[in-house]
């Protein structure tokens, strides 16, 4: 069984930058695809990002030109890098983790998540 716990969350000015950090522990091998998702309260979760194990990613319009993801294999860490922060990026973000076989986006797609970590982004 895979754990997920993320960090690096907080509250910035609009144009600032977070990046937040998601170690896994347990059978990370058996992971084929992780990504970021996000809730903003009163509205459904939204996938942000998501990397495979052969390093393809996959961006939200919203986010493209503005957020990274990445991986560090050698710390089992997920990261996303965010810059030019919206107040619209406000929400609660995830980090999930999926053995699915092919490339997975959405969040039913997902089995394990973490706990979250807040990002507010204030005008």
């Not at 144009?15 to 996000?38: E, V």
């Not at 309260?41 to 986010?63: F, K, L």
């Not at 973000?93 to 999926?98: E, G, I």
Request: aromatic share 10%; net charge positive; charged share 20%.
């Amino acid at each position: 069984q895979v754990q997920l716990v993320e960090s690096g969350g907080g509250s910035v000015q609009a144009g600032g930058s977070l990046r937040l950090s998601c170690t896994a522990s347990g059978y990370t091998s058996k992971n084929n695809c992780m990504g970021w998702f996000r809730q903003a309260p009163g509205q459904e979760r939204e996938g942000v990002a998501s990397i495979d194990r052969n390093g393809r990613q996959h961006y939200a319009d919203s986010v493209k030109g503005r957020f990274t993801i990445s991986k560090d294999n050698t710390k089992n860490t997920l990261y996303l890098q965010m810059n030019a922060l919206k107040p619209e990026d406000t929400g609660l973000y995830f980090c999930a983790a999926t053995q699915k076989v092919g490339f997975a986006r959405l969040a039913w797609e997902y089995n394990t998540w973490g706990q979250g970590t807040q990002v507010t982004v204030s005008s």
